[in-house]
Structures are given as C-alpha cells and as structure tokens.
C-alpha cells in the first residue's frame, strides 16, 4: 500500500498561485508516476499533470501547460504542484495519485485538496 497526504490549497484570487504537496510513504518503491488529477464541480475527473519518478520525465494537460509546475523532492518521496495565473475554471479539488509499476495504472490516490478561484 501506498499512502498519500496532499496538502496546501485553499481560496486564491483570479491571478494568483497556490502550491500542492503530496508526500507519500508505505510501498513507495512501487512507484512509476505521480500525478496531480482534479474535479470540478459536477465534471469527471481529468489529468493534470504527472511526473515519471525513475527520469523525471514530465506530462501537462494543455490547459495548465505554462501556468503549473509540478516538481519533487525524492529524499521525501514527495511531489509538489505550483500553479500560477490561476483562473476561475482551475477552481476544482485536486488529488494526488501513484501510477505503479506492477499495473501502469493509477492505484493509490490522496484524499484530495479544494483549491477555488474567485474572480
């Protein structure tokens, strides 16, 4: 098992930034990818960025590309996502998740963070 603790967010004006972090522990080594997904209200839950531990390789979707930055300190097994220029529509609850080497998928998740964005 793989256990996950996000934290940061909160209420940030049209402009603003806000950093995430989400520290893992427990079966880390299991790990292949740590991303960040969120939720907008009454929306399915959609990719927003994700980095391949092992390489450091790094995914955004199109519509934070520029504005986010997802980063990490290995030493703590820990991921981080700054978020810049923040928009309205990045209002959304955002969650942490591992991509395992044993399935390719995305098998452990936080418990997720609200960020909102106010115009």
């Known amino acids: 098992q793989v256990q996950l603790v996000e934290s940061g967010g909160g209420l940030v004006q049209t402009g603003g930034s806000v950093r995430l972090s989400c520290a893992a522990s427990?079966?880390?080594?299991?790990?292949?990818?740590m991303g960040w997904f969120r939720q907008a209200p009454g929306k399915e839950r959609v990719f927003v960025a994700r980095m391949i531990w092992s390489s450091g390789s790094i995914d955004y979707a199109d519509s934070v590309k520029g504005r986010f930055t997802i980063s990490r300190d290995s030493a703590k097994n820990t991921v981080y996502l700054q978020m810049n220029s923040l928009k309205p529509e990045d209002t959304a609850v955002y969650y942490c998740?591992?991509?395992?080497?044993?399935?390719?998928?995305?098998?452990?998740w936080g418990q997720g963070t609200q960020v909102t964005v106010s115009s």
């Open positions: 998740a591992v991509q395992t080497r044993f399935s390719g998928q995305y098998d452990y």
């Open positions: 427990g079966r880390t080594f299991s790990t292949y990818a």
